[in-house]
């Protein structure tokens, strides 16, 4: 082989392998693509003892153009959405049928597909009437995709301050990205907690409830026990009389 044709060959490899390199590195670059736009899935409610509670309420939104109202939001489907139709902020308000316990609210965006369409600083209100909303959490969202999730820690409700008690509920998006004006959202859920969720058993860490309430309640008992003897004490030192709902119970 001549030095004419060894080069040659030696410049072609070279080439191969620079091929090879840069094939590798853009599969490498769709897989991390890929990864990174997979939004993340939605909460099995079962899981944490939660039920979805969307069916107690009644939805509306401020505006929206035809074809993409309420019945878009609420479908699983997420290639629908709600799309708005006036001026900002845009408006969903739900009203419940009773009062309610909310664990965990859920939204879905999709920067990808919406961009100028998509919310970056939403607010949400509750109260027992629309005219009486208070503000109880802000988000301000940077390319979202996926379902989101509305911060509820501290909001003040039983049995661990984490629990929205709320008779209505309203979302508002004061803005969205590359300052569009109309939004989309294409889902929203809303969770209680399930009284008839049977909760998985730890054998190690277990606490008995009815066992720990009946204790708390004789203490209770135990307490105005004492303080009824007390009371009778002083009544005949002092000839105070006792009022009937305070006396013992008497078969006549």
Not at 206 to 222: F, G, I, K, M, W
């Amino acid at each position: 082989m001549s030095h004419g044709q060894y080069d040659a060959e030696e410049v072609s490899l070279g080439e191969n392998e620079n091929v090879d390199e840069n094939a590798e590195d853009n599969c490498d670059d769709q897989v991390e693509e890929e990864q990174e736009e997979e939004p993340l899935p939605i909460i099995d409610p079962a899981v944490f003892g939660l039920k979805e509670i969307s069916n107690l309420g009644k939805f509306t939104v401020s505006s929206h153009k035809p074809g993409n109202g309420v019945e878009q939001l609420r479908s699983d489907d997420l290639t629908s959405y709600w799309q708005s139709d006036g001026p900002q902020p845009h408006k969903l308000t739900i009203y419940f049928v009773k009062r309610v316990g909310i664990r965990d609210i859920r939204f879905y965006v999709d920067y990808n597909e919406d961009e100028s369409y998509t919310p970056t600083k939403i607010i949400f209100k509750s109260g027992t009437s629309e005219n009486n909303l208070i503000q109880f959490a802000a988000m301000n969202m940077e390319s979202p995709v996926g379902w989101q999730q509305v911060p509820l820690a501290g909001v003040g409700g039983e049995p661990d301050g984490n629990t929205l008690v709320s008779w209505v509920l309203q979302m508002q998006i004061l803005e969205n990205h590359q300052n569009g004006k109309d939004t989309h959202l294409r889902g929203i859920k809303i969770y209680a907690f399930d009284a008839d969720a049977v909760q998985p058993s730890e054998p190690d860490n277990t606490v008995n409830t009815d066992s720990l309430a009946e204790r708390q309640a004789a203490a209770r008992l135990d307490d105005i026990a004492q303080i009824l003897a007390a009371a009778r004490l002083e009544s005949s030192e002092t000839g105070f009389s006792l009022p009937d709902f305070m006396r013992d119970a008497e078969i006549r």
